[in-house]
């Protein structure tokens, strides 16, 4: 298929892609249920989450076990199958028992962790246990939101020296929980928070050419602006690739709750640059830093969610600006189902050839559990244009 050529049917199109991330889904509802992976497979299989001091093995901790949930919201979606619909809805009684316990809810990934498990079973169900576990997670966020900085801090005790100030690009898809959380309750602080959060790193996380820093650091004290730095980016000056996606996605959905159009144009920087350093294929390698030839690995993680976001840009732009990013979203996606899908292998991740964090050597070349989520968020996207996101 031609780049440009968005009409000739491809498994993208022609549903064989759905039909098999769905079989995959199929398979790791057999192995897991009510249980949750690790982050990203090893040796391209996924384990249960592991064991801790107080918790057994697939337990719901750390800040990707919804993405687990989100895929089976999503295959219900796509399907109808009440199956996938009731596995999904059972999860909600792990999310409150890790809300009502405290179980690892000292995080800015609330954001991620009670959209994709409870904000979308209140959606798809009205499950009041679902709607009132997410407005608990909303008010366990707003701890996190400093005065006078305006942003919610990402890592760390909210004493700690070193993480007082910082938050990151990631953050940007924990504020849809915030938004929702007015909508349900009309109470203005919780958006009031999620707009001042966003319109901050609108400010600050961007450089001038439309990269964008993956951390940005603040002093508490006074909210003065100090420095941006880098986590899992190559170095402080790079482009982190998942951070960019988290960008484009991010402030798209910042001018969809909010209706200001500079996080529209944004989000647009975000997606033009991202779009101009990718390499032929593509699929971005795990920092725009690198291109053909880099032997460094791809992060097809980053190229789901930034099809994502585009898509989810593309509703908000002219008709020309549509037609491109929706063209450029199908190249991607294209690419991914080519030569990054689990198909013919034995791999029970959807997505294959992703990178978790390059510093740790943990997960490169792996598959993940964000990047299948957003594979598969993707796919529904394309296929059911009117479907509503949860964010």
Same mark, same amino acid.
């Given at each position: 298929?031609?780049?440009?050529?968005?009409?000739?049917?491809?498994?993208?199109?022609?549903?064989?892609?759905?039909?098999?991330?769905?079989?995959?889904?199929?398979?790791?509802?057999?192995?897991?249920?009510?249980?949750?992976?690790?982050?990203?497979?090893?040796?391209?299989?996924?384990?249960?989450?592991?064991?801790?001091?107080?918790?057994?093995?697939?337990?719901?901790?750390?800040?990707?076990?919804?993405?687990?949930?989100?895929?089976?919201?999503?295959?219900?979606?796509?399907?109808?199958?009440?199956?996938?619909?009731?596995?999904?809805?059972?999860?909600?009684?792990?999310?409150?028992?890790?809300?009502?316990?405290?179980?690892?809810?000292?995080?800015?990934?609330?954001?991620?962790?009670?959209?994709?498990?409870?904000?979308?079973?209140?959606?798809?169900?009205?499950?009041?246990?679902?709607?009132?576990?997410?407005?608990?997670?909303?008010?366990?966020?707003?701890?996190?939101?400093?005065?006078?900085?305006?942003?919610?801090?990402?890592?760390?005790?909210?004493?700690?020296?070193?993480?007082?100030?910082?938050?990151?690009?990631?953050?940007?898809?924990?504020?849809?929980? $915030?938004?929702?959380?007015?909508?349900?309750? %009309?109470?203005? =602080? *919780?958006? @009031?928070? #999620?707009? +001042?959060?966003?319109?901050? !790193?609108?400010?600050?996380?961007?450089?001038?050419?439309?990269?964008?820093?993956?951390?940005?650091?603040?002093?508490?004290?006074?909210?003065?602006?100090?420095?941006?730095?880098?986590?899992?980016?190559?170095?402080?000056?790079?482009?982190?690739?998942?951070?960019?996606?988290?960008?484009?996605?991010?402030?798209?959905?910042?001018?969809?709750?909010?209706?200001?159009?500079?996080?529209?144009?944004?989000?647009?920087?975000?997606?033009?640059?991202?779009?101009a350093h990718l390499p032929a294929d593509g699929v971005a390698f795990w920092d725009l830093t690198f291109q053909d030839g880099s032997g460094q690995p791809r992060d097809s993680s980053a190229a789901a969610i930034a099809?994502?976001?585009?898509?989810? $840009?593309?509703?908000?732009?002219?008709?020309? %600006?549509?037609? =491109? *990013?929706? @063209?450029? #979203?199908? +190249?991607?996606?294209?690419? !991914?189902?080519?030569?990054?899908?689990?198909?013919?292998?034995?791999?029970?991740?959807?997505?294959?050839?992703?990178?978790?964090?390059?510093?740790?050597?943990?997960?490169?070349?792996?598959?993940?559990?964000?990047?299948?989520?957003?594979?598969?968020?993707?796919?529904?996207?394309?296929?059911?244009?009117?479907?509503?996101?949860?964010?």
């Open positions: 298929m031609r780049a440009s050529d968005t009409s000739a049917m491809t498994p993208v199109t022609d549903g064989s892609a759905i039909a098999h991330a769905l079989g995959v889904v199929d398979r790791n509802v057999r192995s897991f249920g009510l249980r949750y992976p690790g982050d990203n497979t090893t040796d391209q299989q996924y384990t249960d989450r592991p064991a801790t001091e107080d918790l057994s093995a697939g337990s719901n901790y750390g800040w990707t076990t919804s993405f687990w949930t989100g895929q089976l919201w999503l295959a219900y979606e796509l399907t109808g199958e009440k199956s996938y619909r009731d596995l999904a809805l059972a999860h909600v009684g792990s999310f409150a028992r890790r809300m009502h316990e405290a179980i690892d809810v000292d995080t800015h990934d609330l954001g991620f962790l009670y959209t994709l498990s409870c904000v979308s079973a209140w959606r798809e169900t009205q499950s009041e246990e679902a709607r009132a576990v997410a407005l608990s997670a909303a008010d366990q966020l707003m701890t996190r939101f400093l005065e006078p900085v305006g942003v919610v801090q990402a890592w760390g005790d909210l004493g700690d020296p070193d993480e007082g100030g910082r938050t990151i690009i990631d953050s940007l898809m924990n504020m849809p929980l $915030l938004f929702w959380a007015t909508e349900q309750t %009309s109470d203005p =602080r *919780y958006s @009031e928070a #999620a707009r +001042r959060h966003v319109t901050a !790193l609108r400010d600050h996380i961007m450089r001038p050419d439309g990269s964008t820093f993956h951390t940005f650091h603040w002093d508490v004290a006074t909210g003065a602006p100090q420095r941006g730095s880098t986590a899992q980016g190559y170095t402080d000056d790079s482009c982190w690739a998942r951070g960019q996606a988290w960008g484009i996605y991010g402030f798209a959905l910042g001018y969809r709750h909010t209706g200001d159009l500079t996080l529209l144009e944004t989000a647009r920087r975000c997606a033009d640059y991202f779009l099809v994502a976001g585009l898509l989810e $840009l593309a509703v908000s732009v002219d008709d020309a %600006s549509r037609t =491109r *990013y929706q @063209e450029e #979203a199908d +190249r991607i996606l294209a690419s !991914l189902d080519r030569s990054y899908t689990s198909e013919g292998t034995p791999s029970d991740a959807l997505l294959l050839h992703g990178v978790y964090h390059w510093h740790k050597a943990d997960g490169i070349d792996e598959g993940n559990l964000w990047g299948d989520y957003f594979y598969l968020e993707a796919l529904t996207r394309r296929h059911r244009p009117s479907w509503s996101p949860w964010w």
